[in-house]
Nanobody
Framework: QVQLVESGGGLVQPGGSLRLSCAASGFTFKNYAMRWYRRAPGQEREFVAHIPSAGGSSAGGRVSYAEFVKGRFTISRDNAKNTVYLQMSSLKPEDTAVYYC????????WGQGTQVTVSS
């Protein structure tokens, strides 16, 4: 059974940091590119960050980010732990959203999301 379980969300003050984790199971994690998306209240889900699969990285694929998080967020993965991370710093109130991880290859899997609230 495929599972993507996000964790690490919570309430943080503006300027603060959080690290989100997404633990994967039920598929060959290293063969999947991983992404983070987010959905703010009343808005469409939007792309946040991408990290290629092991094969994609070897073929020259690179990490990419949405413009609004460049320089503040860092995506990484640990294939030995089947986990992808999103390190978020310099958080702003507009970063408030539910954050979802996504595994993509020939199939596409989604987690349930974790709430991030940036507020003083």
């Amino acid at each position: 059974q495929v599972q993507l379980v996000e964790s690490g969300g919570g309430l943080v003050q503006p300027g603060g940091s959080l690290r989100l984790s997404c633990a994967a199971s039920g598929f060959t994690f290293k063969n999947y590119a991983m992404r983070w998306y987010r959905r703010a209240p009343g808005q469409e889900r939007e792309f946040v960050a991408h990290i290629p699969s092991a094969g994609g990285s070897s073929a020259g694929g690179r990490v990419s980010y949405a413009e609004f998080v460049k320089g503040r967020f860092t995506i990484s993965r640990d294939n030995a732990k089947n986990t992808v991370y999103l390190q978020m710093s310099s958080l702003k109130p507009e970063d408030t959203a539910v954050y979802y991880c996504n595994a993509r290859s020939t199939l596409n899997y989604w987690g349930q999301g974790t709430q991030v609230t940036v507020s003083s």
